[in-house]
């Protein structure tokens, strides 16, 4: 009798533990939801938040399973970070340089006409491929429109990756540029990033992937490493299954995810900040900082315009459209660019690099390549959307680019 009555009430006990934590889960589900329905000012499914935690292009790289953006990318050398396609984490499209597209060749090829195009996620995204059957939106643009000056199908190599900027563009072309007939750049969100008022950092200092990819900060203990690589894998846990469809994980995983890494105390932190500091004189000006930066970008395209003189490489140099500027942005854009502050900066940004025209250098502003779009282009802050070769955006910039080029190096329109 006695067990009986010791079993009786375990079982009661562990049911009534049961009925609490449900209801506590289901509380906490119901404020999560409730929070998150206010500061957003709608509903939206915890899978849709989850997804949009991550850019288009970031998305591309993780989907489908918990590997970080960072733990994709691989320390270089020379361009700070790339992509690698190691298990388990890496990229199958990744190719022998660690960017996404064809793999580079070591000499020219006759059957081609090759042209590099460097800058960031929005330039990689135009060059690189999705479908072994199909290939880049440029290049499908110029082979179906253009013929090139030697009569050979056009070639488009994806010199760009996420996050990149000046002078990664100026590297990777003056590394890899000896097999090449063009070269041309699609940039200026990045860059301008780098001329916030207040930053007071060089030009040059690359994205905080290169701190994430560095096996130096190995040195101040592996156990912070660890930390954030096990924070990061339960982040990506709860994106996948049942806790992809609660707003309960989403707040969990962001809050994981975003544990910002302890840059100002780790080996080197010093040295680094000295390394990518300008003087207090011109960090501290905002009109001296916005001169100083904006020379520094003119002078890496104006290098990598002397160099393709010097090589008898055509060169051209085209500024991105942003949401910030002569889009009409529809409901769902405006969700998804909540931040249009940059829009004046970057116009005037602009404004001054296409003063390089006056030394003969081949630069296009296609601001306005979306000016009469009404429909929803951009899927985020700076990635038109698109399904694998379906793109609208994409499709544009590809048909404006590839007229700039045509029109200013006079090849000849492919009969339709």
């Known amino acids: 009798m006695a067990e009986r009555r010791w079993a009786r009430q375990t079982g009661l006990k562990a049911a009534a533990l049961f009925v609490g934590l449900a209801v506590a889960f289901i509380g906490l589900e119901l404020l999560s939801t409730a929070w998150l329905t206010i500061r957003d000012g709608r509903y939206m499914p915890a899978k849709d938040l989850f997804a949009n935690t991550r850019n288009s292009y970031i998305q591309d790289l993780t989907i489908g399973g918990n590997c970080r953006y960072v733990d994709t990318m691989y320390p270089h050398p020379y361009l700070a970070f790339v992509h690698h396609h190691d298990d388990p984490c890496g990229v199958p499209g990744a190719n022998n340089i660690g960017l996404l597209g064809d793999n580079y060749p070591v000499a020219r090829n006759p059957d081609r006409y090759v042209i590099l195009v460097s800058g960031g996620s929005v330039a990689s995204q135009l060059s690189q491929i999705y479908d072994p059957a199909r290939r880049s939106f440029l290049e499908e643009e110029l082979n179906r429109n253009f013929v090139s ?36 750049t699609l940039d200026g969100y990045n860059e301008q990033y780098l001329m916030t ?76 900040a000295t390394m990518m500091g300008l003087p207090k004189e011109i960090a501290s000006s905002p009109s001296a900082y916005m001169d100083w930066q904006i020379a520094q970008y003119a002078k890496y395209i104006r290098m990598m315009d002397l160099s393709a003189r010097e090589f008898g490489i055509k060169s051209m140099f085209f500024l991105q459209p942003v949401p910030a500027v002569d889009k009409p942005l529809t409901a769902e854009e405006s969700r998804n660019t909540p931040d249009k502050s940059y829009g004046a900066r970057y116009v005037e940004i602009v404004r001054r690099l296409l003063a390089l025209k006056e030394r003969n250098i081949e630069i296009r502003s296609i601001l306005d390549v979306f000016k009469d779009e009404r429909g929803t282009i951009y899927i985020d802050d700076i990635h038109p959307k698109r399904e694998n070769m379906d793109s609208r955006g994409y499709s544009l910039i590809a048909a404006r680019m590839a007229q700039e080029m045509a029109a200013n190096w006079g090849w000849q329109a492919r009969p339709q």
Request: charged share 10%.
């Open 149 to 184: 000056p030697t009569g050979k199908p056009f070639q488009v190599l994806n010199g760009a990756l996420g996050a990149w900027k000046q002078p990664q563009q100026m590297i990777v072309f003056s590394i890899y540029g000896d097999f090449i007939d063009a070269v041309v």
């Open 197 to 272: 008022p207040g930053l007071g950092v060089r030009f040059e200092m690359p994205a905080a992937n290169y701190l994430g990819v560095n096996p130096i900060i190995a040195k101040d203990g592996f156990g912070n490493l660890a930390i954030s690589w096990f924070m990061g894998r339960i982040a990506g846990w709860l994106s996948q299954g049942v806790t992809a469809h609660s707003h309960a994980a989403y707040l969990l995983a962001v809050a994981l995810a975003g544990k910002p890494p302890d840059d100002n105390s780790g080996f080197g932190a010093k040295t680094y």
